[in-house]
Protein backbone atom coordinates (compact mmCIF):
# COMPACT_ATOMS: atom_id res chain seq x y z
CA UNK A 1 0.00 0.00 0.00
CA UNK A 2 1.51 3.26 -1.34
CA UNK A 3 0.75 5.59 1.99
CA UNK A 4 1.90 8.61 0.44
CA UNK A 5 -0.47 8.72 -2.08
CA UNK A 6 -3.56 7.26 0.21
CA UNK A 7 -2.70 10.77 2.22
CA UNK A 8 -2.67 12.65 -0.55
CA UNK A 9 -6.30 11.14 -1.93
CA UNK A 10 -7.53 11.07 1.92
CA UNK A 11 -6.93 14.99 1.66
CA UNK A 12 -8.01 15.72 -1.12
CA UNK A 13 -11.20 14.28 -0.20
CA UNK A 14 -11.41 16.08 3.16
CA UNK A 15 -10.65 19.44 1.35
CA UNK A 16 -13.34 18.80 -0.77
CA UNK A 17 -15.69 18.12 2.37
CA UNK A 18 -14.84 21.42 4.33
CA UNK A 19 -15.13 23.23 0.82
CA UNK A 20 -18.62 22.13 0.71
CA UNK A 21 -19.33 22.61 4.58
CA UNK A 22 -17.84 26.49 4.29
CA UNK A 23 -19.71 26.98 1.03
CA UNK A 24 -23.11 26.15 2.19
CA UNK A 25 -22.96 27.08 6.08
CA UNK A 26 -23.35 31.30 4.94
CA UNK A 27 -26.50 30.67 3.16
CA UNK A 28 -28.21 28.19 5.44
CA UNK A 29 -31.20 30.89 5.68
CA UNK A 30 -30.88 32.60 2.05
CA UNK A 31 -30.04 29.55 -0.41
CA UNK A 32 -31.34 26.08 0.13
CA UNK A 33 -30.88 24.73 -3.00
CA UNK A 34 -27.37 25.64 -2.64
CA UNK A 35 -27.04 24.07 0.79
CA UNK A 36 -28.89 20.76 0.11
CA UNK A 37 -26.52 20.48 -2.86
CA UNK A 38 -23.58 20.86 -0.63
CA UNK A 39 -25.01 17.94 2.36
CA UNK A 40 -25.79 15.95 -0.87
CA UNK A 41 -21.93 16.43 -1.80
CA UNK A 42 -20.95 15.69 1.35
CA UNK A 43 -22.50 12.52 2.08
CA UNK A 44 -21.36 11.05 -1.18
CA UNK A 45 -17.82 12.30 -0.31
CA UNK A 46 -18.42 10.30 2.97
CA UNK A 47 -19.53 7.41 1.65
CA UNK A 48 -16.92 6.91 -0.40
CA UNK A 49 -14.20 7.35 2.40
CA UNK A 50 -16.17 5.08 4.65
CA UNK A 51 -16.37 2.46 1.75
CA UNK A 52 -12.31 3.03 2.24
CA UNK A 53 -11.69 1.05 -1.33
CA UNK A 54 -8.03 2.17 -1.15
CA UNK A 55 -7.22 -0.36 -3.97
CA UNK A 56 -9.29 1.51 -5.94
CA UNK A 57 -8.59 4.75 -5.25
CA UNK A 58 -4.82 4.05 -5.43
CA UNK A 59 -5.33 2.13 -9.04
CA UNK B 1 7.83 2.19 37.82
CA UNK B 2 11.25 1.88 36.66
CA UNK B 3 13.15 5.10 34.95
CA UNK B 4 11.05 6.24 31.92
CA UNK B 5 12.87 6.66 28.78
CA UNK B 6 12.50 10.62 28.08
CA UNK B 7 14.51 10.71 24.75
CA UNK B 8 13.16 11.92 21.53
CA UNK B 9 12.56 9.64 18.58
CA UNK B 10 12.21 10.14 14.93
CA UNK B 11 10.43 7.96 12.50
CA UNK B 12 13.84 7.36 11.15
CA UNK B 13 15.24 6.33 14.59
CA UNK B 14 12.48 3.72 14.90
CA UNK B 15 13.95 0.47 13.68
CA UNK B 16 16.98 0.80 15.77
CA UNK B 17 14.21 0.97 18.97
CA UNK B 18 14.06 -2.25 20.51
CA UNK B 19 11.40 -4.30 19.37
CA UNK B 20 8.99 -3.57 22.42
CA UNK B 21 8.64 0.14 21.66
CA UNK B 22 8.38 -0.41 18.39
CA UNK B 23 5.07 -3.04 18.99
CA UNK B 24 4.13 -0.53 21.18
CA UNK B 25 4.60 2.38 18.67
CA UNK B 26 2.28 0.15 16.02
CA UNK B 27 -0.24 -0.86 18.42
CA UNK B 28 -1.28 3.23 19.58
CA UNK B 29 -1.22 4.35 16.64
CA UNK B 30 -3.51 1.42 14.74
CA UNK B 31 -5.76 1.91 17.79
CA UNK B 32 -5.66 6.09 17.69
CA UNK B 33 -6.52 5.79 13.77
CA UNK B 34 -9.49 3.03 14.40
CA UNK B 35 -11.03 5.23 17.15
CA UNK B 36 -10.61 8.16 14.71
CA UNK B 37 -12.50 6.63 12.08
CA UNK B 38 -14.49 4.56 14.31
CA UNK B 39 -16.46 7.59 15.10
CA UNK B 40 -17.62 8.65 11.28
CA UNK B 41 -18.95 5.10 10.98
CA UNK B 42 -20.80 5.36 13.80
CA UNK B 43 -23.54 8.37 12.57
CA UNK B 44 -22.73 9.79 9.25
CA UNK B 45 -25.32 6.93 7.56
CA UNK B 46 -27.61 7.24 10.02
CA UNK B 47 -27.40 10.93 11.79
CA UNK B 48 -26.21 12.76 8.93
CA UNK B 49 -29.32 12.44 6.57
CA UNK B 50 -31.85 13.33 9.21
CA UNK B 51 -30.09 15.75 11.89
CA UNK B 52 -32.88 18.43 13.25
CA UNK B 53 -31.82 21.56 11.15
CA UNK B 54 -29.45 21.90 8.14
CA UNK B 55 -26.95 23.72 10.15
CA UNK B 56 -27.28 20.45 12.53
CA UNK B 57 -26.03 18.59 9.50
CA UNK B 58 -23.38 20.89 8.35
CA UNK B 59 -21.93 20.54 11.41
CA UNK B 60 -22.27 16.48 11.32
CA UNK B 61 -20.39 16.46 8.19
CA UNK B 62 -17.84 18.60 9.29
CA UNK B 63 -17.54 16.82 12.41
CA UNK B 64 -16.78 13.96 10.29
CA UNK B 65 -14.59 15.44 8.11
CA UNK B 66 -12.46 16.63 10.66
CA UNK B 67 -12.39 12.88 12.12
CA UNK B 68 -11.27 11.64 8.59
CA UNK B 69 -8.68 14.28 8.54
CA UNK B 70 -7.36 13.04 12.25
CA UNK B 71 -7.36 9.73 10.69
CA UNK B 72 -5.30 10.15 7.73
CA UNK B 73 -2.64 12.09 9.96
CA UNK B 74 -2.38 9.37 12.47
CA UNK B 75 -2.64 6.76 9.93
CA UNK B 76 0.46 8.54 8.15
CA UNK B 77 2.36 8.07 10.86
CA UNK B 78 1.92 4.58 10.99
CA UNK B 79 2.74 4.15 7.40
CA UNK B 80 6.17 5.89 8.07
CA UNK B 81 7.11 3.02 10.66
CA UNK B 82 5.25 0.46 8.47
CA UNK B 83 2.10 -0.13 9.94
CA UNK B 84 -0.19 -0.37 7.06
CA UNK B 85 -4.03 0.92 8.71
CA UNK B 86 -5.63 0.99 5.69
CA UNK B 87 -7.90 -1.70 6.31
CA UNK B 88 -9.21 0.40 9.34
CA UNK B 89 -11.27 2.77 7.02
CA UNK B 90 -13.89 0.19 6.10
CA UNK B 91 -13.69 -2.69 9.15
CA UNK B 92 -17.07 -3.36 10.44
CA UNK B 93 -17.47 -1.40 13.38
CA UNK B 94 -18.21 -4.74 15.64
CA UNK B 95 -14.37 -5.29 14.65
CA UNK B 96 -13.53 -2.12 16.64
CA UNK B 97 -10.64 -2.24 18.90
CA UNK B 98 -12.79 0.05 21.12
CA UNK B 99 -16.06 -0.90 22.65
CA UNK B 100 -17.43 2.21 22.69
CA UNK B 101 -17.21 2.31 18.31
CA UNK B 102 -19.20 -0.88 17.73
CA UNK B 103 -22.83 -0.14 17.50
CA UNK B 104 -24.25 2.52 15.61
CA UNK B 105 -26.18 5.94 17.03
CA UNK B 106 -29.10 6.14 15.66
CA UNK B 107 -30.67 9.13 17.75
CA UNK B 108 -29.65 13.33 17.57
CA UNK B 109 -29.43 12.59 21.71
CA UNK B 110 -26.99 9.90 21.48
CA UNK B 111 -24.92 12.02 19.05
CA UNK B 112 -25.06 14.93 21.35
CA UNK B 113 -23.67 12.81 24.14
CA UNK B 114 -21.46 10.98 21.99
CA UNK B 115 -19.74 14.51 21.81
CA UNK B 116 -20.07 15.52 25.14
CA UNK B 117 -18.26 11.73 26.78
CA UNK B 118 -16.56 9.87 24.13
CA UNK B 119 -14.79 12.97 22.27
CA UNK B 120 -13.56 13.95 25.31
CA UNK B 121 -12.40 10.45 26.01
CA UNK B 122 -10.60 11.14 22.75
CA UNK B 123 -9.01 14.20 24.16
CA UNK B 124 -7.39 12.73 26.66
CA UNK B 125 -6.24 9.77 24.80
CA UNK B 126 -4.44 12.40 22.70
CA UNK B 127 -2.95 14.69 26.14
CA UNK B 128 -1.04 11.46 26.99
CA UNK B 129 0.97 11.70 23.96
CA UNK B 130 2.10 15.35 25.16
CA UNK B 131 5.54 15.35 25.72
CA UNK B 132 5.65 11.47 24.33
CA UNK B 133 8.52 10.36 23.10
CA UNK B 134 7.97 9.80 19.49
CA UNK B 135 7.75 13.38 18.33
CA UNK B 136 6.04 13.22 15.15
CA UNK B 137 3.13 12.23 17.25
CA UNK B 138 3.49 14.92 19.57
CA UNK B 139 3.99 17.53 16.53
CA UNK B 140 0.13 16.41 15.42
CA UNK B 141 -1.40 17.26 18.26
CA UNK B 142 -2.02 20.53 18.97
CA UNK B 143 -4.92 20.65 15.43
CA UNK B 144 -6.14 17.62 16.19
CA UNK B 145 -6.89 18.69 20.10
CA UNK B 146 -8.31 22.04 18.57
CA UNK B 147 -10.75 20.49 16.49
CA UNK B 148 -11.85 17.65 19.37
CA UNK B 149 -12.42 20.47 21.78
CA UNK B 150 -15.32 21.68 19.16
CA UNK B 151 -16.67 18.48 19.23
CA UNK B 152 -16.44 18.17 23.00
CA UNK B 153 -18.53 21.60 23.09
CA UNK B 154 -20.83 21.02 20.45
CA UNK B 155 -22.04 18.02 21.69
CA UNK B 156 -22.15 19.37 25.59
CA UNK B 157 -23.99 22.26 24.15
CA UNK B 158 -26.68 19.72 22.39
CA UNK B 159 -26.94 17.04 25.65
CA UNK B 160 -27.43 20.72 28.19
CA UNK B 161 -30.47 21.61 25.79
CA UNK B 162 -32.08 18.50 26.15
CA UNK B 163 -31.65 18.47 29.77
CA UNK B 164 -32.44 22.26 30.21
CA UNK B 165 -36.02 21.13 28.15
CA UNK B 166 -36.84 18.89 31.09
CA UNK B 167 -39.87 16.60 31.24
CA UNK B 168 -39.39 13.64 29.00
CA UNK B 169 -36.78 14.99 27.20
CA UNK B 170 -34.40 15.29 30.32
CA UNK B 171 -35.60 11.53 31.24
CA UNK B 172 -34.31 10.30 27.45
CA UNK B 173 -31.23 12.69 28.03
CA UNK B 174 -30.42 11.06 31.30
CA UNK B 175 -31.22 7.61 30.02
CA UNK B 176 -28.32 8.66 26.83
CA UNK B 177 -25.79 9.50 29.64
CA UNK B 178 -26.46 6.44 31.51
CA UNK B 179 -25.61 4.38 28.54
CA UNK B 180 -23.14 5.98 27.56
CA UNK B 181 -20.95 6.78 30.76
CA UNK B 182 -19.64 3.25 31.56
CA UNK B 183 -18.33 3.29 27.91
CA UNK B 184 -16.52 6.38 28.28
CA UNK B 185 -14.92 4.53 31.69
CA UNK B 186 -13.83 1.84 30.05
CA UNK B 187 -12.48 3.40 27.20
CA UNK B 188 -9.32 3.81 29.81
CA UNK B 189 -8.62 0.58 29.93
CA UNK B 190 -7.86 -2.16 32.91
CA UNK B 191 -6.59 -0.30 36.10
CA UNK B 192 -3.65 -3.01 36.43
CA UNK B 193 -3.18 -2.98 33.11
CA UNK B 194 0.76 -4.10 32.50
CA UNK B 195 0.76 -2.85 28.79
CA UNK B 196 -0.07 0.52 30.33
CA UNK B 197 3.04 0.69 32.31
CA UNK B 198 5.01 -0.58 29.38
CA UNK B 199 3.60 2.61 27.65
CA UNK B 200 4.76 4.84 30.15
CA UNK B 201 8.47 3.52 30.99
CA UNK B 202 8.85 4.19 26.88
CA UNK B 203 7.32 7.28 27.26
CA UNK B 204 4.53 6.85 25.00
CA UNK B 205 2.04 7.81 27.61
CA UNK B 206 1.88 10.10 30.60
CA UNK B 207 -0.58 8.65 32.98
CA UNK B 208 -1.62 5.16 33.90
CA UNK B 209 -4.96 4.31 32.82
CA UNK B 210 -6.62 4.99 36.04
CA UNK B 211 -5.59 8.42 36.82
CA UNK B 212 -7.00 9.24 33.37
CA UNK B 213 -10.06 7.77 34.29
CA UNK B 214 -10.14 9.51 37.46
CA UNK B 215 -9.42 12.62 36.00
CA UNK B 216 -11.77 12.52 33.26
CA UNK B 217 -14.67 11.77 36.35
CA UNK B 218 -13.68 14.88 38.09
CA UNK B 219 -13.64 16.88 34.93
CA UNK B 220 -17.06 15.68 33.69
CA UNK B 221 -19.38 14.67 36.46
CA UNK B 222 -19.49 17.85 37.96
CA UNK B 223 -20.90 19.16 34.09
CA UNK B 224 -23.12 16.34 34.34
CA UNK B 225 -24.70 17.83 37.90
CA UNK B 226 -24.97 21.54 36.28
CA UNK B 227 -27.28 20.29 34.14
CA UNK B 228 -29.42 18.69 36.74
CA UNK B 229 -28.83 15.20 35.64
CA UNK B 230 -27.56 12.35 37.72
CA UNK B 231 -24.02 11.25 37.70
CA UNK B 232 -24.61 7.10 36.81
CA UNK B 233 -22.70 4.93 39.07
CA UNK B 234 -19.12 4.76 37.79
CA UNK B 235 -19.38 0.84 38.77
CA UNK B 236 -22.52 -0.33 37.14
CA UNK B 237 -21.94 -1.77 33.28
CA UNK B 238 -18.40 -1.76 32.89
CA UNK B 239 -16.05 -3.63 31.31
CA UNK B 240 -12.98 -2.46 32.76
CA UNK B 241 -12.08 -1.78 36.10
Redesign the interface.
Given at each position: ?N??A??EH??A??LA??A??NR??PH?KDD?AL??Q??RD??EI??V??????AGWLA | MDTPFTDKIESADVAKMPAEYQTLLKRVLAIQADCEIGGPHLYVRSILPDAPTKVDRLIVARTAAEEADHYRKVARLAGEVGEDVSALLSRPNRERYVNAFRGTITSWEDFAVFGFLIDRVGRYQLEEFIGCSYAPLERLLPDVINEELGHIDYGHTKTAEFAARGGRDKERIQGVIDAWYPKALDMFGNTGSRRSERYRHWGLKRRTNAQAREEYMREVDPLIRAMGLTVPDPTVGREFV
Open positions: MARLDLEMVLHAVAMVPVDALCELEILDGDV | -
